[in-house]
């Protein structure tokens, strides 16, 4: 679904090129979720900008779907880093955002976001305005507007960053709960090992300073729960981890 090859990039604006990432190799299989770990600045949420079309590769380059294109824009779903959801528009409207101009009536379109709402625990919250909502359910009603793009390649940066540790473990489970049905493919970006680990198929771990990126296998059989956190297997995997990430 997606293959990354020797890419290369470097921020210009202020003149002097600074390098952010340097020949970084990633792929991901229709179907896998896939993570991206790394500590701040290690350039992740930059690949996410290169992979949606936001920016060009300086070397290098980006296949979506078989196909090498520098029309990325519109072609995966992407959930940037901060939620970014309209504070005048209701959680319904922001959903709907997507596909408001697209063909077919507006009300048949709600009626489809409705059912997807008693999925994501915001039924009751569907005339809530953004600052009403909790941070859980703001990070789920942009998770569901991302959803809506219909597009089969789903990027999310930090979705669960800026959770307290209680609500982050409930949307583990929750996204646990529904990824099987979800049929997508998740490229996942965060610096939480844990999550990670309990998440994933597969990890990249983008480091800082060596300008590398490595890929771990994460052997987990699924379905998953939240508790597998603590068994041995779980435990071996964290540690081996943690040293890469040293
Ligand atoms: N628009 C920009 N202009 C210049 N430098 C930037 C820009 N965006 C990010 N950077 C720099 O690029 C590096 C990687 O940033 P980023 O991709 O946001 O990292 P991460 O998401 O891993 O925390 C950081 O050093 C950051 O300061
Ligand atoms: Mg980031």
Redesign the pocket.
């Known amino acids: 679904m997606l293959t990354v090859n020797e890419l290369s990039y470097s921020?210009t604006?202020t003149g002097v090129g600074?390098s952010?990432l340097d020949n970084i190799s990633i792929h991901v299989q229709a179907g896998e979720f896939v993570s991206i770990i790394?500590e701040?600045?290690?350039?992740?949420?930059?690949l996410f900008g290169l992979i949606s079309g936001l920016l060009q590769p300086e070397q290098g380059e980006i296949i979506l779907n078989g196909k090498l294109t520098h029309q990325r824009l519109g072609k995966v779903g992407y959930m940037p880093q901060k939620d970014l959801l309209l504070p005048w528009r209701t959680v319904l409207d922001n959903i709907i955002l997507p596909i408001e101009i697209t063909k077919g009536s507006l009300e048949e379109k709600k009626e489809g976001i409705r059912k997807w709402l008693i999925r994501f625990g915001l039924s009751d919250y569907e005339k809530f305005y953004p600052h009403e909502l909790s941070g859980g359910m703001r990070q789920r009603t942009a998770f569901l507007r991302t959803l809506m793009t219909g597009k089969n390649l789903l990027l999310l940066d930090e979705p669960f960053g800026a959770l307290d540790s209680f609500t982050k473990r409930s949307m583990h489970e929750w996204l646990l709960g529904i990824w099987e049905d979800l049929n997508k493919t998740v490229l996942f970006i965060t610096h939480d090992l844990e999550e990670a680990i309990l998440l994933s198929d597969r990890i990249y771990v983008l480091k800082r300073f060596e300008k590398s990126c490595i890929e771990v296998k994460i052997p987990l059989s699924r379905p998953r729960c939240s508790e597998f956190i603590y068994t041995q297997e779980f435990l071996k995997i964290r540690k081996s981890l943690e040293r890469l990430l040293r």
Do not use: E, I
């Open positions: 921020f604006d600074k952010v790394g701040s600045g290690s350039g992740k949420s930059t």
